[in-house]
């Protein structure tokens, strides 16, 4: 079992760049597929990106490819999400998640949640 906290959250104007971390407990995490997601309020929970228990395959979604990226750290036990050229469309509340079988792109499918930290892109 996993326990995970996010934090780096905040409130930024466009074009900002912001750097989630979410760090996890256990000894174990290397073997976890990790992933985060968002939510805004309304909305649906959605995938943003994920990274292979290897880090070497990542994915993302279409909608922050190229402006977000996700990376590991095994040894520290964290995974992070650089935010870059932040939009008020990406202001939400970002989960952090993990998941014992490879990475996929469904909220359902991870095991294990953090609280969220909430991410505000003021225009």
């Known amino acids: 079992q996993v326990q995970l906290v996010e934090s780096g959250g905040g409130l930024v104007q466009a074009g900002d760049s912001l750097r989630l971390s979410c760090a996890a407990s256990?000894?174990?995490?290397?073997?976890?597929?990790m992933a985060w997601f968002r939510q805004a309020p309304g909305k649906d929970r959605e995938f943003v990106s994920a990274?292979?228990?290897?880090?070497?395959?990542?994915y993302y979604a279409d909608s922050v490819k190229g402006r977000f990226f996700i990376s590991r750290d095994n040894v520290k036990n964290t995974v992070f999400l650089q935010m870059n050229s932040l939009k008020p469309e990406d202001t939400a509340t970002y989960y952090c998640?993990?998941?014992?079988?490879?990475?996929?792109?469904?909220?359902?499918?991870?095991?294990?949640w953090g609280q969220g930290t909430q991410v505000t892109v003021s225009s």
């Open positions: 998640a993990a998941r014992e079988r490879d990475l996929t792109n469904y909220a359902s499918d991870y095991n294990y």
């Open positions: 256990g000894r174990t995490f290397s073997t976890y597929a």
């Open positions: 990274i292979r228990r290897s880090r070497s395959t990542t």
